[in-house]
């Protein structure tokens, strides 16, 4: 194998892997704030549920739905970000699966 096209299957194998790890590290990312946010959404929850059954005035009510509204955009927001990283990572991996690991056609004439 000539050295420029091993060159170029290292080059391959090194933007495959890249494209791999930065869809892992998003989903990751993604998931570790989205669980966060999950569990802040349940407390958030709660209080605007027991705000609203008590005798609670209407500001605070509009308030707790406020904030577990903004906590569920947020959980909406990061699940997409988990799953557009697990799409880069199923392209990275997809990629690798596809690499070859024999010469191209025509490089077998030319060694000889």
Known sequence: ?????????????????????????????????????????????????????????????FIAEAEQNAFRINCFAEGVGVLLGAILAAIGLHGLCLLRSVPARGTEEQES
């Open 1 to 61: 194998m000539r050295d420029s096209q091993r060159r170029a299957s290292g080059v391959r194998v090194l933007l495959m892997l890249a494209v791999a790890l930065a869809g892992l590290w998003a989903i990751l990312y993604s998931g570790y704030w989205m669980f966060r946010d999950w569990f802040a959404l349940n407390a958030a929850y709660i209080r605007f549920q027991q705000l609203s059954m008590s005798d609670a005035d209407l500001r605070s009510v």
